[in-house]
């Protein structure tokens, strides 16, 4: 009877129905802003081809194996990111981190897409209202003409736009400015996106994933066809592609190949251990997990000839070199787009399409970490984490080797237990001391944030990381017995 009893009481957390749900959530996970608006620059910047190299052996001796580590730990155990360390009670705190981890990056993530839903909406309109400089909030600074050979005292119409209508940024951080009312109404519209994509549980977001995860694969396959067959693209792709391996002997370009995996992929972090436990368990996540791997790796590389193909356009049209022009990150999504879109024929239109798939690729991302309110972590708090998981799991990695043959009928390949003992662990650790090492200053253009800034930046990157020694030293004293024990 009271057996009987603890059964009832034990939540039914529900499993993906459809045979793609799993598959389909994962890519819409891994699959997120950093497949289209960092890889493409990374790539550009770091030798071309030549970066492919680097880029191509983290994804085998770190990639993968962590990749299908975390979704069969999360298939065995059927319980998330934070209830899985009841197998290692000491590391309890790896999970905690994660927590905090999700908690900011939900944060940074829903504010992109309130950017990206405050483009779209501005783009229903005939013209799109950066196009010209004839605005309340232009200056006398301000040109639309991107063929002017000497720009140096004016500023385009692209970036008072992002500067002085969305943000109204202020003078520094000691500003605070007023409240974006309009930023406010599509910051709420993105929660509650969310929400309703994952309010009926896991089955409902089993169904939402086959729009989400394949609407952005959709408008890349259009922009690309568009791409190519504007004038410079041919350059643009060239650039992006030659190879130049002298940039190899570069340790930042190692660094840079190593990060984009673990961002591209959110390992280490809990969310795709949560994923993976939502599985029946004889599901085959071996199979799963490689094929993920590479859709993930194809999409970025298939990004890059969409971006390079616009900024080889844009090079066409401004006269200026492929490399002032490439860019990353918002940069690239809120200012080198919309400044191309308004050369082509019907502006709005291509402005909708590229909007609407970045909110989609940032909507995905963002509705699969709230799953178990364990996210993905930023690139330094991400790499210990992972090496800490991966150390705990060395301990008993023969053992799991033997559960995941029992879930899927067949031992996988030898080589994801070598990672896992030697090659892995040395890339995490490798990665996080050489991310703080190399620490620079943060800066948004000419402006450096003050050191009360900075300091605010490490609290919060700090808020995280001290979880997992602390909760070591918590355990360590109230736990009974001797130390051997």
């Not at 301000?142 to 385009?156: Q, R």
């Amino acid at each position: 009877a009271v057996s009987a009893k603890k059964k009832k009481e034990i939540p039914d957390r529900g499993s993906w129905k459809g045979r793609f749900d799993f598959l389909l959530s994962c890519v819409g996970y891994a699959i997120g802003l950093g497949n289209v608006w960092r890889f493409p620059y990374l790539c550009g910047k770091n030798g071309g081809g030549a970066f492919l190299i680097p880029y191509f052996l983290t994804l085998v001796f770190a990639g993968i194996p962590l990749f299908l580590l975390e979704t069969a730990l999360g298939q065995y155990t059927s319980v998330g990111g934070l209830g899985v360390w009841k197998l290692a009670p000491m590391f309890k705190g790896v999970g905690l981190a994660a927590v905090v981890l999700s908690f900011w990056l939900n944060i940074y993530y829903i504010v992109i897409i309130a950017w990206a839903l405050y483009y779209l909406f501005n783009s229903l309109t005939a013209d799109l209202p950066w196009q010209s400089c004839g605005n309340a909030w232009n200056t006398d600074h301000c040109f639309s003409n991107y063929s002017l050979g000497d720009t140096t005292n004016l500023t385009s119409a692209v970036t008072e736009f992002w500067e002085r209508n969305m943000h109204q940024m202020s003078g520094g951080l000691g500003e605070a400015g007023t409240v974006r009312w309009p930023l406010a109404g599509t910051l709420a519209l993105a929660w509650l996106l969310v929400y309703f994509s994952i309010w009926k549980g896991v089955e409902w977001t089993g169904k939402v994933v086959y729009f989400s995860a394949t609407y952005p694969y959709f408008m890349l396959f259009i922009l690309f066809f568009r791409g190519i067959t504007l004038p410079g693209a041919k350059e643009g792709i060239l650039f992006y592609l030659t190879p130049d391996f002298r940039k190899l002997s570069d340790s930042e370009v190692w660094m840079d190949a190593a990060t984009q995996i673990f961002f591209s992929y959110g390992l280490g972090l809990g969310s795709l251990i949560a994923l993976g436990s939502y599985n029946t368990f004889h599901n085959n996540v071996y199979r799963d997990s490689i094929i993920v791997c590479c859709i993930n790796s194809t999409t970025s590389i298939f990004a890059g000839f969409v971006i390079f193909s616009i900024v080889g356009f844009m090079s066409h049209i401004t006269k200026k070199s492929i490399s002032e022009l490439a860019s990353s990150g918002p940069g690239l999504a809120f200012l080198a787009y919309p400044q191309v879109v308004t050369q082509l024929p019907l502006s709005p239109l291509w402005s909708i399409l590229f909007f609407s798939m970045l909110m989609m690729l940032g909507l995905d991302s963002q509705v699969r970490r709230p799953r178990d309110k364990v996210g993905k972590a930023d690139d330094h708090g991400a790499e210990m984490g992972c090496f800490l998981q991966r150390s705990f799991l060395l301990v008993g990695v023969n053992r799991f080797y033997r559960n995941i043959e029992e879930m899927i009928g067949y031992k996988p390949c030898i080589w994801w237990k070598i990672c896992w003992v030697f090659f892995t662990p040395l890339v995490c650790l490798g990665v996080f001391f050489f991310s703080v090492v190399e620490m620079t200053p943060l800066t948004l253009g000419k402006y450096v944030y003050p050191a009360w800034g900075q300091g605010i930046g490490w609290l919060m990157a700090l808020s995280s990381m001290v979880l997992i020694p602390g909760y070591m030293l918590y355990s360590f004293f109230t736990s009974t017995g001797t130390l051997r024990q």
